[in-house]
């Protein structure tokens, strides 16, 4: 029979919890509270993006503690942390000793978020020690604790941060994977610092759900589609749609932080950050979309369609911009029908041409009609793209297009049309909608 539950942070499947030695403690309501945010601040050159980081906390209302190391302070100077943050700034336990700093700050924490985390920091956080005040204060933090790495990718890939990076993560701490690109000096690689604004993502990501950024991923291929298709009338004319990506992004954001390599086919987005370490792939039609999922599908394990594609396209496609009056009549505009690119992946899992463990996905935005509501189209649409799961968000008046936030049901097949097992989804922000979307998926995934 078809049910419908809606899960608790605690009972999703394989959470843990990401603090490190906390129990789980889901925000009440995710993404709408003022929470204490401990900011430690590592001794690396991208100390500075620190800054960028504690004001993007404080402008969405937090309250911010910034914690730097004694070399953090040789690129960034206390003075700017506590004008940025309106608190104090000490690097060891031993000022106001009266206060208990260390124990005080990190019992109070929501969120310890520590940007950059350089492999001496890391190594110091693996090895549990506690000889400063941010290192102390981990220790005492049961709340969600957040690294984002910087260093020269030689460090990164060193087996000694392989290993101090792993054990950080199997205590519970979230580190995240660096960005790609230049770096200090000429060499370029993985091992940026993320941009800020998208590190305070990821981090109230982890705060508002538990377990979002566990590794379950690691050894899988996922290929995910985001943004919409335009479809050309002229050069500068196109029939287009309001997609913004975000949620596509979001979930090759978490994707890749669970350890999956990821294929991402970005159609029209918004400028948002490209997830650290997915390969991007960037396409302007439907039809591009459809010839480049082809070309990689059958390397994947799963397919997630976040795209929003085009069903129609104008049958020609002006070479000059079309004019009033000129010898077109543009009352009227004839359109072909685009290859349903959900369908057919399914179609060729059926005949063998894609692998039959091949896993796939897709979204419907339903606003819903006379006679039905979004859910009621949205297990008629499964039914008919034979998805394996179908994520349906209810769209219309301001509802998810172009927002930060979403809900909507987690749909799988039953065994007769009526039978779908359906799942509500809660609201959430983008980033902890994809983190269902993908702990439904891996559920489907064959052990081993
Ligand atoms: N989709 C696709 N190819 C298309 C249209 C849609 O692969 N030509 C995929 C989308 O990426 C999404 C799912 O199908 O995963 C549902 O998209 P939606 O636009 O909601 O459905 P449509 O098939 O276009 O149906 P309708 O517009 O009639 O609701």
Redesign the pocket.
């Known amino acids: 029979m078809a049910s419908t539950t809606a899960p608790t942070a605690a009972s999703t499947a394989g959470s843990t919890v990401n603090g490190s030695h906390g129990s789980p403690d889901a925000s009440p309501n995710p993404g709408s509270e003022t929470l204490r945010i401990l900011v430690g601040v590592g001794g690396g050159i991208a100390a500075y993006k620190a800054c960028a980081l504690v004001r993007a906390f404080t402008g969405a209302g937090h309250e911010v503690h910034v914690i730097p190391t004694e070399s953090a302070l040789r690129f960034v100077g206390a003075a700017t942390f506590e004008a940025l943050s309106g608190n104090p700034v000490t690097t060891t336990v031993f000022d106001d000793v009266d206060q208990v700093r260390h124990v005080r700050l990190g019992q109070e924490a929501d969120l310890v978020v520590i940007a950059p985390a350089t492999a001496d920091l890391i190594a110091r956080l693996a090895q549990g020690r506690a000889d400063d005040l941010l290192t102390a204060s981990c220790l005492v933090a049961t709340c969600p604790v957040v690294l984002a790495p910087a260093m020269h990718t030689e460090m990164w890939a060193h087996p000694a941060t392989r290993e101090n990076v792993a054990t950080l993560r199997r205590r519970g701490t979230v580190v995240l994977e660096p960005a790609h690109g230049r770096l200090t000096g000429p060499d370029s690689g993985p091992g940026r610092l993320p941009d800020p604004g998208h590190i305070a993502t990821l981090a109230t990501a982890a705060r508002d759900r538990y377990g979002i950024f566990r590794r379950s991923l690691v050894g899988r291929r996922l290929l995910i589609?985001a943004g919409g298709t335009r479809e050309p009338l002229d050069p500068v004319r196109f029939l287009g749609n309001d997609s913004s990506g975000r949620q596509g992004f979001a979930l090759a954001d978490i994707a890749v932080q669970r350890g999956a390599r990821v294929e991402l086919v970005a159609g029209f987005t918004d400028d948002l950050p490209v997830p650290s370490g997915a390969h991007v792939t960037r396409v302007r039609t439907?039809r591009d979309l459809h010839a480049t999922v082809n070309d990689l599908a059958p390397g994947v394990d799963a397919v997630v369609?976040?795209?929003?594609?085009a069903?129609f396209r104008p049958v020609t496609e002006a070479d000059s911009k079309l004019k009033k009056g000129g010898a077109e009549d543009l009352s009227v505009l004839e359109l072909a029908e685009?290859?349903?690119?959900?369908r057919g992946l399914v179609e060729s899992r059926r005949t063998g041409d894609l692998p039959e463990d091949l896993l796939i996905a897709?979204?419907?935005?339903e606003t819903g009609d006379a006679g039905h509501t979004p859910l009621d189209l949205a297990r008629v649409?499964l039914a008919k793209?034979g998805c394996d799961l179908l994520m349906c968000n209810a769209v219309g008046g301001g509802r998810v297009f172009g927002r930060d936030d979403s809900s909507g049901w987690l749909l799988t097949p039953g065994d007769h049309p009526g039978e779908e097992d359906v799942v509500e989804v809660p609201a959430g922000s983008k980033h902890v909608v994809a983190a269902h979307v993908l702990d439904a998926l891996e559920e489907l995934f064959a052990p081993g």
């Open positions: 589609t439907a369609m976040a795209a929003a594609v069903d685009n290859p349903d690119i959900l897709g979204f419907a935005a649409k793209k």
